[in-house]
Structure formats: C-alpha cells, structure tokens
C-alpha cells in the first residue's frame, strides 16, 4: 500500500476529501444492536473512512516522529510507514483507545529504531517550527523551551519515556506496556531526566 502522507491535513490518494456526502456514507449504521464506528467501517474496507483515520491522528503521529527523530523527512517517512502498518493491522485494532495506543507504540518503536541507527545524535527541530504540524488543540504539558531542552540531552529511551508522558500524558504503566520497558525502568528514566532538567536550570549541567 502506498501514501502520499501529509503531515498536517489532505486525504489519501484514492480516497474522497470528507465532504457532506462522504460524512453521511460515515453515519452510524444499525448494526447487531450497536452502530457502526469509522474503526468499524476502515475495518470493512472503507477507504473513506481510513482516510478519515489518517486526518484524526496524523497530526499526533507526526508530532512524536518528529520530536523524537528531530528531522522532518525522518517524521514524514515514520508516520506515512505507521500508517500503512495500521491499514494491514486493521483487523486487530478493536476500538479507538486501542487505535491511538497502537499508532503510538509503531511511531514510537520505529523512531526509536531510527534513532539507533544514526552516527551521532540528532539535531533537534525547535518545538514552534513543529508546532506547525500539529493540531491547536495538541499542547505539550511542559513549554516548549523545557521540553526542547530535556530531549537535546536524554538518550534515546529516556528521550521516548519523557516524550509520552509530558506530550501524550501517558502514566508510567502505560508508556511501560507501550515501549515494552520495566515500570521501574520508566520511573527511573522519569526520575533522572527531571533530575538532569533541574541541574540544567539550575546552571550546572551534568550527563544524564
């Protein structure tokens, strides 16, 4: 499956723009007692309705591509790929909780591994350019001048760990289930990159 991916909205080629038409083809339809989702339809094989999909959480995926690999082609190419993954995963996915937590751990792993391949780290994207590509309703807990900061200086699972609970406000348990970590792991990676934050403002920067 090819996608031409757009990090900030269009749908995908084959696939009609949602218009009124399309929205009502989208409408809950009766079916065994209960209506039928978009998840539901994109499982069926409705392509306007993946389409639809892809326009709810492409902003997000992009997002932690980007923050995590800190290069928009890399962003680009992960989010496009996760989405693929997602349209040949469709009949796994069993509702839109479990949607968002399995695009998040495909963008997140995927970053990761690219991450891991690279010669040296990468050069972090400042957080108000990528803000472009993301929704006005996706703000990051922590400002973008502290967050930035924290992840110039974090290795990479650190870096992933921070990035999902302070932008995805996911709790310990979850980032631990998603990233397939030790809980402990990910409290002690929260614990010294606060730690190492702190140091930081504080004037006296020390490795993390």
Same mark, same amino acid.
Do not use: K, Y
């Given at each position: 499956m090819s996608l =031409?991916?757009?990090p900030v909205s269009g749908p995908l080629p084959g696939a009609a723009a949602a218009s009124d038409t399309g929205a009502a083809a989208l409408r809950p339809a009766p079916a065994a007692g209960h209506a039928a989702t978009v998840v539901?339809? *994109? %499982?069926r094989g409705d392509m306007e309705a993946f389409a639809r999909l892809v326009r709810t959480h492409q902003a997000r995926v992009f997002s932690v591509a980007l923050r995590l690999t800190g290069r928009r082609e890399d962003a680009e190419e992960l989010a496009q790929d996760a989405f693929v993954q997602l349209h040949a995963a469709l009949s796994q996915? =069993?509702?839109?909780?479990h949607l968002i937590h399995w695009l998040l751990r495909a963008v997140t792993h995927r970053s990761i591994d690219r991450l891991r391949q690279r010669e040296r780290q990468p050069r972090l994207v400042p957080l108000d350019v990528a803000g472009e590509d993301i929704a006005a309703d996706q703000v990051d807990p922590l400002s973008a001048r502290r967050l930035q900061t924290m992840l110039q200086v974090l290795p990479?699972? *650190? %870096?992933a760990v921070v990035l999902l609970r302070y932008q995805e406000d996911l709790d310990p348990p979850e980032i631990a289930t998603l990233l397939d970590m030790p809980l402990n792991t990910v409290k002690s990676h929260l614990r010294r990159s606060l730690d190492a934050l702190r140091a930081l403002h504080g004037g006296h920067p020390h490795e993390y």
């Open positions: =031409q991916f757009s539901d339809l *994109a %499982r996915i =069993q509702g839109e909780s990479v699972p *650190a %870096r």
